[in-house]
């Protein structure tokens, strides 16, 4: 078995098909979380990775800070009316655009689990904090989508995202973890790790932001 850890889509959602453009039927894609807010593109990174599950259906999708946001915001909605209905739909532009209900949207993100676990890695959206936390939190700080501090040494690899690292991706031989966020949005790039069963890492991927991902597509052509 081996596994395709990706790392922040944020909307990037040209950049995430050329990343993902061969056959993956012998691999377990899991992806770090992050797939909102940025990038141009949202509605149709999630329907492409709805699409994705259907193929993979043993494809992992982790929570990111970013899809806790979303829970929290439609929480208040939910709990206040039509106070909070402005604010969601205006940060959340991809749901007038989809006509997605977005009571759907927060079922779905509340179903992703905040961690994956094999016996020779961990993989999480903002890595395990070395600092006392509560990790099983979705809302604590130095938790499991939120943490920036440094990372406590696992008896097994790490592989995280959350803090963009744009010269990534970036190894941490001290807490023996990768950060894949190499800051797509930002028009950097998507990077990726293939690793085997093992935890041993067979091959790094790195993507260039695609400009219209990012609403740079004019800059390039002028250029």
Known sequence: MSYLVIGDVHGCYHTLKKLISENHDDEVIILLGDYIDRGYYVSKTLNYLHLLKTKHPNMIMLRGNHEQEFIELYSCFKAFGSVYETTLYNRYSFLKM???SPKTIYDFFSSL?????????????????????NSKEPNDPCGLL???????????????GHTPTLSGPLY?????????????????????????????????????????DVGMESIYKDN
């Open 113 to 133: 689990p905040l961690y994956y676990e094999t016996d020779s890695f961990f993989a999480s959206h903002a890595g395990v904090s070395k600092y006392p936390n």
């Open 172 to 212: 941490n031989e001290i807490s023996n973890s990768w950060n894949l966020d190499t800051g797509a949005c930002f028009n950097g790039s998507l990077s990726a790790v293939k690793i085997n069963e093992y935890g041993k890492i067979k091959k790094i991927i790195k993507v260039k932001t695609v400009p219209k």
């Open 146 to 160: 939120w943490n920036r501090m440094a990372l406590k040494a696992l008896d097994k690899l790490q592989l995280h």
């Open 98 to 100: 989809d006509e997605c």
